[in-house]
């Protein structure tokens, strides 16, 4: 069995072993078409004055940057998922050790869904692409595919309506392409907390 190990950053910094030791079941499912998601339970429970434990901490709050990297055998470190919390589930039982939250981490397609508007952009899909993901301070590199040129200059101007996401969707099925979304940032490697995982065979990376 591949020996295999997994470091969790947040906010762009190693997760501290007490960090770590709150996260339980770790499921990222990566797909064709879709955002990248990732899903990590965190274990709470009921203090003796009777409030939850845990939910306040601030690095299991909205938007929270969280990273997961895996290396198996001395391959280098990939990440799995690098983006931030979009939504927090919450099961609360009377009965112990039931309880627990689950981070719903996103890619940083993400950012590109959050606002709709209507606007006129000039330009081949490539370049009105290329000013979409720019907008978005969160996306640390793109690599977008050229495009050929439209037979006419007047097909060179894009109608966006709704979010730059749907945006993206619209020229996707409107062309052959097929993209792929993970668009990742680059925290320092140079430390990191890690503990030994086993990876099953199946579509999604699940950890424990």
């Known amino acids: 069995m591949p020996f295999t190990q997994y470091r969790v950053y947040v ?3 190693p997760a501290t072993v007490d960090q770590l030791s709150r996260f ?3 499921v990222i499912d990566q797909e064709m078409d879709k955002a990248c998601q990732g899903r990590f339970q965190v274990p709470v429970c009921v203090r003796a004055n009777g409030v939850w434990d845990g939910e306040t ?3 299991l709050q909205g938007l929270t940057r969280i990273r997961l990297e ?3 055998q001395n391959a280098d470190w990939v990440a799995l998922i690098d983006g931030p919390i ?3 589930e919450s099961a609360m039982f009377s009965e112990p050790g039931q309880s627990v939250l689950t981070l719903v981490v996103s890619d940083d397609s993400f950012y590109l ?5 209507v606007r006129v952009l000039q330009g081949s899909d490539a370049k009105v692409a290329g000013e979409i993901y720019d907008e978005v301070p969160q996306i640390a590199s793109k690599d977008i595919d050229s495009a050929p040129a439209p037979s ?3 097909f060179e101007t894009t109608v966006l309506r709704g979010t730059q996401m749907n945006g993206c969707d619209s020229w996707r099925s409107a062309s052959t ?4 979304w993970l668009v990742v940032q680059h925290p320092d490697k140079a430390s990191g907390v890690s503990s030994s995982i086993r990876i099953p065979p199946r579509t999604s990376a699940w950890l424990r």
């Open 57 to 59: 901490e601030s690095f």
């Open 152 to 154: 006419k200059s007047g």
């Open 113 to 117: 869904h959050r606002s709709e508007t």
């Open 86 to 88: 979009v939504n927090i």
């Open 24 to 26: 339980e079941d770790i």
């Open 70 to 72: 895996v290396q198996i």
């Open 177 to 180: 392409c097929t993209p792929m």
């Open 11 to 13: 906010n762009g910094t």
